[in-house]
Structures are given as C-alpha cells and as structure tokens.
T-cell receptor, first 114, second 111 residues
Framework: NAGVTQTPKFRVLKTGQSMTLLCAQDMNHEYMYWYRQDPGMGLRLIHY???????AKGEVPDGYNVSRLKKQNFLLGLESAAPSQTSVYFC?????????????FGDGTRLSIL | SQQGEEDPQALSIQEGENATMNCSYK?????LQWYRQNSGRGLVHLIL?????REKHSGRLRVTLDTSKKSSSLLITASRAADTASYFC???????????FGKGTRLHILP
C-alpha cells in the first residue's frame, strides 16, 4: 500500500528556475492538498482540489500554481523560484465521504532555493 | 492564519510518564484532529474528535474536547521512546473542505 507518494524527495534550485512537484495517491481520494512547512510555522495550505479538474487557493497561494488533470495526481508548480519558497512541501489526500475524515500525508519534498 | 495553538511548544519527560499537550482554537469547529510527525517524515493521523463528543480513546491516547473553552487536550499514557515526535492539532470548520493546523508541540521522551 503506497498511500501518498511525493516526488522528488529533495531538490535544490537556483532563483528564477521553475519546477514541478508531483503528488500521487492510490486510495481513490477525491480531495488533495498541498502544504508548506517552515520552522515554527506549522503547516500552511497552499492550494487544494476537491476533484479532478478543480483547484482552489489556500492560505499562501502566491508564487505557486497547481493542476489536477487526473484524480490520482496533484501537481504543484513553481514558475520562478524565490529563496522565500525554501521549505518542506507536503501533499495530503482524503476521502470525500464526510468532513470527519482524516488526511493522509506523503513524506514531503525538501526544496532549497539558492 | 493559525486557528489552533498548541501548548507547550516543547515537552521533555521520562519514559513511562504521561505526556499532556493542549490545543486552543478561536472559532466554532466541526471536528478537531491530532497528528504526529516523526523527524523527516510526513504527518500521521492519530485521532479525530467531533464537536459533539467530549472524550475519545485510542490505545494509549486520550483526547478531550471542551467546546465552551475552545480547547482540546491529548494525553499519551506510559510514554515510550518511540513517542518522540511533534504533535499537531488541526481544526475542521463546518462544511469546509480544509483543516487548519497549529504550530505543534515537540515531545521528547528521555530514556
């Protein structure tokens, strides 16, 4: 049981470069989320999706774009990376059955922007 | 904006002792969840308590919820070295697709 898989696990970018983080889940979950975790800040929601083809902004969406072309995949893009985007990025998914469902997390992507 | 606020920020106890951490929040909720994060790993869901529940148990975990005080507590009994981790509370609002995390409590179990 893979659950939620994030790729890559680590990446170092130069300022201005672009990249895409991939999240894949095999639980047939409708909802998917992207968070960033910074020291002392907890997890903050970047973007989320409630189904294939739909996305919505979270608390800190600026500088990021997302796409949900397939139900099992949720992509997070950085068009022009900035040092402030150095962080650990987590993807999560959950069932749509009710709001009282837990989220399932991947192990994160550690991203450094130089 | 952070909805939940855990207290204390860090806690060190001897193995075998009980660990208690608290979470306070600001607005009405539908549920409150606790997650654990081991170093370098993703979050793992521990327990969810609904707004109409006051107490819930799962193994060595006991969660209480006081909606009048807008607070929750997580008790881990008979702590073990493997319990060393960060613990986060997260609140789900009514009819919302999102949950909001607190900043977490770092728990260290001393041998």
């Amino acid at each position: 049981n893979a659950g939620v898989t994030q790729t890559p696990k680590f990446r170092v970018l130069k300022t201005g470069q672009s990249m895409t983080l991939l999240c894949a889940q095999d639980m047939n979950h409708e909802y998917m989320y992207w968070y960033r975790q910074d020291p002392g800040m907890g997890l903050r929601l970047i973007h989320y999706s409630v189904g294939e083809g739909t996305t919505a902004k979270g608390e800190v969406p600026d500088g990021y774009n997302v796409s949900r072309l397939k139900k099992q995949n949720f992509l997070l893009g950085l068009e022009s990376a900035a040092p402030s985007q150095t962080s650990v990025y987590f993807c999560a998914s959950r069932n749509r059955v009710s709001v009282n469902q837990p989220q399932h997390f991947g192990d994160g992507t550690r991203l450094s922007i130089l | 904006s952070q909805q939940g606020e855990e207290d204390p920020q860090a806690l060190s106890i001897q193995e075998g002792e009980n660990a208690t951490m608290n979470c306070s929040y600001k607005t009405s909720i539908n549920n409150l969840q606790w997650y654990r994060q081991n170093s370098g790993r993703g979050l793992v869901h521990l327990i969810l308590i609904r707004s109409n529940e006051r107490e819930k148990h799962s193994g060595r975990l006991r969660v209480t919820l006081d909606t009048s005080k807008k607070s929750s507590s997580l008790l881990i009994t008979a702590s073990r070295a493997a319990d060393t981790a960060s613990y986060f509370c997260a609140t789900g609002m009514n009819r919302d697709d999102k949950i909001i995390f607190g900043k977490g409590t770092r728990l260290h179990i001393l041998p």
